[in-house]
């Protein structure tokens, strides 16, 4: 797999030779735009603003509007020229308690795959970093903009997330919190009990894009009729939670996550029985 960055890690006088790898994917069923009448393929064009014409890739370029209708054209070489140095280093700023850090600010991860000459430093920083439940503070230049960064342990590699700097985020004042209610003690233990009786190690695999496994479904048995209408499945949404009866939802909810559980471990048994 291709690296879509290559530079080091850098804190006090060490320095890291790595490389970036993608640590996620996104699994999205791809659509195309159709006319109608005959299913013919629509393609988006780029066309100029000033005589509607299509422009072709290698007569585009980039532009910063710094006046309404005044551009600055910004070649590749502009964007390297900024900080030449820092666009190849990850540079650890900070080492901060890993569990200080609202998960809100994670964005993006990668895998840091540690490059020749950086396997004995590489495995020291994630070594300490595991050990101390710490984190690097970063800051990383990736495809024209610098990036806040978490450089963090994960198994036997390191893992740089990206962050969102503080004023990326929407403030929380902005959104208007319900008033604080006093909490009946009986309410309060059985939303405690169905947690933990809900409560499982965390498994990953246990959950599954159940949407898009449906949506495929549907697109098979779409194109089985040869594109023609299908039932229409009646689906109720679910109903609020009646407030002024909170105990007795809280009470079926205990009975049902218990049933829930107590099938799912059946299932898991005869699972594990097939499989021997």
């Not at 004995?120 to 806040?148: C, E, F, M, N, W």
């Not at 590699?157 to 969102?164: D, F, I, N, S, Y």
């Not at 190690?201 to 495929?216: H, K, N, V």
């Amino acid at each position: 797999m291709p690296a879509i960055w290559k530079g080091s890690i850098s804190f006090g006088l060490v320095s890291i030779p790595v490389a970036l790898q993608n640590a996620s994917r996104t699994e999205e069923l791809k659509f195309r735009l159709l006319r109608s009448r005959d299913l013919s393929p629509v393609n988006y064009k780029r066309v100029a603003a000033v005589d509607g014409k299509e422009v072709p890739w290698d007569q585009i370029v980039k532009g910063y509007e710094y006046e309404k209708g005044k551009f600055v054209v910004l070649k590749d070489e502009d964007f390297k020229r900024v900080d030449l140095e820092a666009t190849d280093t990850i540079d650890i700023v900070d080492f901060v308690d890993l569990a200080q850090i609202n998960p809100i600010f994670f964005h993006k991860p990668y895998y840091l795959e540690p490059q020749k000459g950086g396997s004995g430093p590489y495995h020291l920083l994630r070594q300490v970093l595991q050990d101390t439940h710490k984190a690097g503070i970063s800051k990383v230049i990736i495809r024209t903009r610098q990036h806040l960064a978490a450089v963090k342990a994960n198994g036997n590699l390191l893992v740089l997330e990206l962050m969102r700097f503080a004023d990326e985020l929407v403030p929380s004042t902005a959104i208007k919190a319900p008033a604080e209610k006093k909490l009946g003690a009986r309410e309060l233990n059985m939303a405690k009990t169905l947690v933990n009786q809900m409560s499982e190690d965390w498994d990953p695999d246990r959950y599954t894009d159940e949407y898009r496994s449906a949506l495929m479904k549907l697109i098979d048995k779409k194109v089985a009729s040869g594109g023609k209408a299908l039932p229409t499945a009646g689906h109720r949404p679910k109903a609020a939670t009646n407030v002024i009866d909170l105990a007795a939802v809280l009470q079926q909810s205990l009975a049902e996550a218990g049933t829930a559980k107590s099938r799912a471990k059946s299932q898991r048994r005869k699972g594990r029985a097939r499989a021997a």
